[in-house]
């Protein structure tokens, strides 16, 4: 198995996954424009995209759903209380969603994915564990506070992809407004890099080679703070062999 992560962050989120000739996307938070270019740059397209999995309605996660809905009629694996906030979109994302109840499990191809329930401030918000015959990816943002399903579902995934997404203090001194501050900060916000660390901690002990840290805040985190954070927490307690990279808001970066 193979993944990259093509965009991350609040401007938009897509993951491409490959397993010889299964291909599938977590996420189209950009328009269809932006990831065909992604996909194009990988050798391959969204033509030969065999479903894609919402994690949640939010539009940097679902903007280019109906335009790629449109286009290639791509399976749109969604929960239903999310579905329900973004019917009213268009009627091509409806012609192509299969509605799920938050817990589900999809074969495609080679490939199965199983969902569970992460707490954040949308009606519904789901990560997934995409298993193939001998790999297993787990993935998990937007993420208020780290439960102990969150914990269970990763437990054991070889590698995976995990919100590190504001250092604290950085959003406490900033420009954001207090309402959207206590948003983020609040149990159905998002991960702090320092509670992403502990995250990346149990994942290690649990047998995880590789960790990429995603949804990282353009204000309110940087690329080196989150990651230095995360390093120094895992090398402390001897998980130096642990491979440990960094999404990007627009730029491709390789997660196996």
Do not use: W
């Amino acid at each position: 198995m193979i993944a990259y992560t093509l965009f991350s962050g609040s401007s938009g989120n897509c993951i491409y996954i490959k397993n010889g000739r299964d291909e599938i996307l977590v996420d189209a938070g950009k328009s269809a424009g932006a990831i065909e270019k992604s996909l194009t740059s990988l050798g391959t397209t969204l033509k030969n995209i065999d479903a894609i999995f919402i994690t949640h309605e939010h539009s940097d996660h679902t903007s280019g759903l109906e335009i790629i809905s449109k286009k290639y009629h791509i399976p749109v694996h969604i929960s239903t209380p999310s579905y329900a906030r973004i019917a009213y979109q268009g009627s091509y994302v409806s012609q192509c969603a299969k509605e799920h109840a938050p817990h589900y499990e999809v074969s495609v191809g080679s490939l199965t994915i199983s969902s569970f329930e992460i707490p954040h401030d949308s009606a519904q918000n789901l990560g997934f564990v995409i298993k193939s015959e001998d790999d297993t990816l787990g993935i998990a943002t937007d993420i208020g506070h780290v439960t102990d399903e969150i914990k269970a579902r990763l437990c054991g995934c070889k590698s995976a992809i995990i919100e590190s997404n504001h250092d604290k203090f950085m959003l406490v001194a900033g420009k954001y407004p207090e309402f959207l501050k206590h948003r983020i900060l609040s149990d159905r916000g998002h991960l702090a890099n320092e509670d992403s660390a502990e995250l990346c901690l149990h994942l290690a002990k649990n047998g995880t080679s590789s960790i990429t840290l995603a949804h990282l805040s353009r204000e309110n985190n940087s690329p080196m703070i989150a990651h230095q954070v995360a390093r120094a927490h895992l090398d402390k307690n001897d998980f130096c062999e642990v491979a440990l990279n960094v999404a990007m808001p627009d730029d491709i970066v390789k997660v196996r």
